[in-house]
C-alpha cells in the first residue's frame, strides 16, 4: 500500500497489515507509538535505559498478538500502556528485590531525596518535576502521568490501571495534591515567581 | 508551588515535551517486527487462459451450464444416434400399420415377439 494512504489509516487498519505481511505497517505503527510509550516509560521509571528495555519489550508484544489482534475490542495505544504499566510495576519489584536497592534501605532513600532536592536546585523544571513525580506512591503516579502528561480521559486510565474511573479520579487528585506538596516552597527555583514578576510588569 | 495554575502549567510544559526514541531504539524495534512479522499469504495466481478453439469450447461449457451439463447433452446424443442407425424391424408391425390402409386393420400386432406366449400346450 502506498505510503501516502498509509499515513491516514488507522492503527488498527496498520496493525491488520503489518500481519497480512505488509512491509511499510510496523514503521509507521513505530513512529506513532514509540514515542509515546517510551515517554509513559521514562516517566514511570526514571531510567532512559530501563525505559527503552521496556518500550522494545512492549512492542514486540504488539508485534507478536498482532495475528490475534480481535477488532474492536481495545484501542492499541491503550492496550499499550496497560502493557507498560505492568512492565513498569514488574520491573519496579525486581529493583526492590535486589540487594541494595531495597525500599526499606532508610541511607539510600535519604540520599536519593538529597539527590532529588540537589537536582531541583539546578536543573530545570521538568528535571524538577520528574523528582517530584519519582516521590509519589506508583499508583499516582502513573495516574497522573496518564491524566496530565500522557492527556489520556479518565475511562481510558481506568481500563489501563484496571480501576473503576472513580478510583482514578480520586488517584489523580491525592496525585496533584502530593506534588504540589513536594514542589511546595520551590517555586522561585522553578522560574514561576519570576514569571509572575514579569507578567505583573508588563500587567 | 501551591498555586494549581503553576502545578497544571509544568504538567502542560511535559505533555508538550516528547521523549524522542533513539534511532537505535527504533533500529531494534524494526528488527524485532521484521523477525516476528508473519509472511504474506500466497496469492491464487488464475490459470493462463487456452488459447483458439480451446479456450472457445471452454466458453462454450461455461455457457451450458458446466461440465455435467455438457455430458448429459453428449449422452442424449449419442442416444439418438443408436436409435437412428439401429436395425428398425421391431417397430416393422407399427410402421406397416401407421403408412398402411388404415381402413383394413382388423388386428394389430404391436408385440409380435411375444406370441409364443400366447400359444396353448
Same mark, same amino acid.
Given at each position: 500500500?502506498?505510503?501516502?494512504?498509509?499515513?491516514?489509516?488507522?492503527?488498527?487498519?496498520?496493525?491488520?497489515?503489518?500481519?497480512?505481511?505488509?512491509?511499510?505497517?510496523?514503521?509507521?505503527?513505530?513512529?506513532?507509538?514509540?514515542?509515546?510509550?517510551?515517554?509513559?516509560?521514562?516517566?514511570?521509571?526514571?531510567?532512559?535505559?530501563?525505559?527503552?528495555?521496556?518500550?522494545?519489550?512492549?512492542?514486540?508484544?504488539?508485534?507478536?498478538?498482532?495475528?490475534?489482534?480481535?477488532?474492536?475490542?481495545?484501542?492499541?495505544?491503550?492496550?499499550?500502556?496497560?502493557?507498560?504499566?505492568?512492565?513498569?510495576?514488574?520491573?519496579?519489584?525486581?529493583?526492590?528485590?535486589?540487594?541494595?536497592?531495597?525500599?526499606?534501605?532508610?541511607?539510600?532513600?535519604?540520599?536519593?531525596?538529597?539527590?532529588?532536592?540537589?537536582?531541583?536546585?539546578?536543573?530545570?523544571?521538568?528535571?524538577?518535576?520528574?523528582?517530584?513525580?519519582?516521590?509519589?506512591?506508583?499508583?499516582?503516579?502513573?495516574?497522573?502521568?496518564?491524566?496530565?502528561?500522557?492527556?489520556?480521559?479518565?475511562?481510558?486510565?481506568?481500563?489501563?490501571?484496571?480501576?473503576?474511573?472513580?478510583?482514578?479520579?480520586?488517584?489523580?487528585?491525592?496525585?496533584?495534591?502530593?506534588?504540589?506538596?513536594?514542589?511546595?516552597?520551590?517555586?522561585?527555583?522553578?522560574?514561576?515567581?519570576?514569571?509572575?514578576?514579569?507578567?505583573?510588569?508588563?500587567? | 508551588?501551591?498555586?494549581?495554575?503553576?502545578?497544571?502549567?509544568?504538567?502542560?510544559? *511535559?505533555? $508538550?515535551?516528547?521523549?524522542?526514541?533513539?534511532? #537505535?531504539?527504533?533500529?531494534?524495534?524494526? @528488527? %524485532?517486527?521484521? /523477525?516476528? &512479522?508473519?509472511?504474506?499469504?500466497?496469492?491464487?495466481?488464475?490459470?493462463?487462459?487456452?488459447?483458439?478453439?480451446?479456450?472457445?469450447?471452454?466458453?462454450?461449457?461455461?455457457?451450458?451450464?458446466?461440465?455435467? *451439463?455438457? $455430458?448429459?447433452?453428449?449422452?442424449?446424443?449419442? #442416444?439418438?444416434?443408436?436409435?437412428?442407425? @439401429? %436395425?428398425?424391424? /421391431?417397430? &416393422?408391425?407399427?410402421?406397416?400399420?401407421?403408412?398402411?390402409?388404415?381402413?383394413?386393420?382388423?388386428?394389430?400386432?404391436?408385440?409380435?415377439?411375444?406370441?409364443?406366449?400366447?400359444?396353448?400346450?
Amino acid at each position: 500500500m502506498p505510503r501516502d494512504t498509509l499515513d491516514e489509516v488507522s492503527d488498527e487498519t496498520l496493525l491488520v497489515l503489518y500481519a497480512n505481511g505488509d512491509p511499510s505497517a510496523a514503521r509507521l505503527l513505530t513512529t506513532r507509538l514509540s514515542p509515546r510509550v517510551l515517554g509513559y516509560a521514562t516517566r514511570l521509571l526514571a531510567d532512559r535505559a530501563e525505559a527503552e528495555d521496556v518500550t522494545q519489550e512492549a512492542m514486540m508484544r504488539l508485534w507478536r498478538i498482532a495475528p490475534q489482534w480481535r477488532a474492536g475490542e481495545a484501542q492499541i495505544s491503550t492496550w499499550l500502556y496497560r502493557v507498560v504499566t505492568n512492565l513498569c510495576t514488574d520491573l519496579k519489584r525486581a529493583r526492590r528485590r535486589r540487594p541494595g536497592v531495597a525500599l526499606d534501605d532508610a541511607p539510600e532513600v535519604a540520599g536519593a531525596t538529597e539527590s532529588a532536592v540537589s537536582t531541583l536546585m539546578q536543573a530545570d523544571r521538568m528535571t524538577a518535576l520528574q523528582a517530584a513525580l519519582d516521590q509519589l506512591p506508583e499508583r499516582q503516579r502513573q495516574a497522573v502521568v496518564l491524566r496530565h502528561i500522557e492527556g489520556l480521559a479518565n475511562p481510558e486510565i481506568a481500563q489501563i490501571m484496571d480501576l473503576g474511573v472513580e478510583a482514578v479520579e480520586s488517584l489523580t487528585a491525592r496525585g496533584k495534591r502530593a506534588l504540589a506538596a513536594i514542589l511546595a516552597g520551590r517555586k522561585a527555583e522553578l522560574g514561576y515567581e519570576d514569571d509572575a514578576d514579569e507578567s505583573e510588569a508588563v500587567g | 508551588m501551591t498555586d494549581d495554575m503553576d502545578l497544571d502549567a509544568l504538567l502542560a510544559q *511535559a505533555a $508538550a515535551t516528547p521523549v524522542a526514541p533513539s534511532a #537505535a531504539l527504533t533500529a531494534r524495534i524494526l @528488527a %524485532d517486527a521484521q /523477525a516476528v &512479522q508473519p509472511r504474506p499469504q500466497a496469492k491464487v495466481v488464475p490459470s493462463r487462459p487456452r488459447p483458439g478453439v480451446l479456450a472457445w469450447l471452454s466458453d462454450l461449457a461455461e455457457g451450458l451450464g458446466g461440465g455435467r *451439463a455438457v $455430458a448429459g447433452l453428449s449422452l442424449a446424443g449419442v #442416444a439418438g444416434l443408436f436409435l437412428g442407425v @439401429a %436395425d428398425p424391424s /421391431a417397430l &416393422q408391425s407399427l410402421s406397416t400399420l401407421i403408412a398402411g390402409d388404415l381402413t383394413s386393420v382388423e388386428h394389430m400386432d404391436l408385440l409380435p415377439a411375444t406370441d409364443i406366449l400366447w400359444t396353448e400346450n
